[in-house]
């Protein structure tokens, strides 16, 4: 179901297209798999149709047979209608359950995103047979999705990295950084949250949480080493979240001082506990997933949370004691 204003209109690429009718920011989920709307198909539901039938059911389902679920999905709005392209402006994430905007998207433009299946024409080949795929581990599943794939970050250039006294190296700001300017962009793979302990070690402590089930992720101790990674954790922190992935201050910046965020904002699951040396005059001394629960937290960093805690906390503003019960919406798709 898309979840962003989006209409059916002529493309560049072929055809009919699905364009963009609001500014979609990067990092915003553009579509979500919604179990009573759009249709999930099994191997045997397409062998019951005609040939005819099962081509024109085909030629719109969103990428390939799920190997998990062993089911095609057919969007029944617009979403349809989203073509491919070598370089998309979406990427599919959470095993095909959502789709997200890699870098903006202005009004008038068109959606696209990385079929997984083979197109020629307005042909689209799958296995006649619809054998559901061969089982394979988690942690084959990862590393064969993960194959190939360039992890590309950003640092401003009015940092550089710096040892600090007691936390290895640091980011130190070398000219004055205006609030609200961006100061990082953070890459990796888009992992289910589900699969943390699936995640090389060594890679865990590098993990951000940009959603409910998502994690930003490096997957092999090889794909370490972007200098974002020297960006340290502060219970006091002057940097926070603009979207999933920006990384912005939060005051002025003078030159001199250490970039730091509140690992608070980004972490809201059980990963155990971190013995933190920030120094800080209101430093917790450990740092848990429940820490963005936290009164101080939530007044140092308020608006500079990851999007998906922010929304935790209007709904619990709205909806006091949400917290404690177990959300659940028409949309579940777990």
């Known amino acids: 179901m898309l979840l962003v204003n989006a209409r059916v209109g002529p493309s560049q690429v072929h055809g009919l297209g699905l364009i ?5 920011p990067s990092g915003t989920i553009v579509w979500k798999h919604c179990p009573r709307f759009d249709l999930a198909l099994t191997s045997e539901d397409l062998q019951a149709l005609s040939p005819a039938a099962r081509q024109q059911i085909l030629h719109y389902c969103d ?38 905007a890699v870098r903006d998207i202005a009004v008038g433009e068109e959606i696209t995103w990385k079929y997984h299946s083979i197109r020629e024409g307005s042909t689209v080949h799958k296995p006649d047979h619809f054998e559901r795929e061969p089982a ?12 190939g794939q360039q992890i590309l970050s950003w640092l401003t250039e009015k940092v550089d990295v710096r040892p ?11 000219s004055i950084i205006d609030r609200d300017e961006p100061i990082a962009v953070f890459g990796g793979h888009i992992v289910p949250l589900k699969h943390y302990n699936d995640i090389a070690s060594d890679c865990q402590d590098w993990s951000i949480q940009i959603a409910d089930n998502l994690l930003l992720t490096y997957i092999t101790h090889e794909e370490k080493g972007s200098l974002t990674d020297f960006v340290n954790h502060s219970c006091s922190p002057n940097a926070g979240w603009r979207g999933m992935i920006e990384l912005v201050a939060m005051r002025v910046i003078n030159p001199g001082e250490e970039i730091t ?6 972490l809201a699951f059980d990963f155990g506990q971190m013995e933190c040396l920030c120094g800080a005059a209101n430093c917790r001394g450990i740092v848990t997933g429940e820490d963005w629960k936290r009164d101080d937290v939530q ?3 308020r608006g500079y949370l990851q999007p998906f805690l922010q929304r935790k906390l209007v709904r619990e503003d709205s909806n006091p004691g949400a917290d404690e019960r177990k959300r659940k919406t028409e949309c579940d798709s777990e």
């Open 20 to 24: 963009a009718m609001e500014f979609i």
């Open 63 to 100: 990428g390939d047979l799920d190997s998990e679920t062993g089911t095609y999905t057919l969007s029944i709005d617009d979403a349809r209608f989203t073509n491919h392209s070598d370089h998309p402006n979406t990427v599919s994430a959470d095993e095909g359950r959502i789709t997200i």
């Open 261 to 266: 965020f509140d690992y608070a904002t980004c």
């Open 299 to 301: 007044t140092n960093s």
């Open 164 to 174: 600090t006294k007691n936390r290895g190296s640091g980011i130190f700001a070398t």
């Open 136 to 147: 394979q581990s988690t942690q084959e599943n990862i590393l064969k999705k993960a194959a």
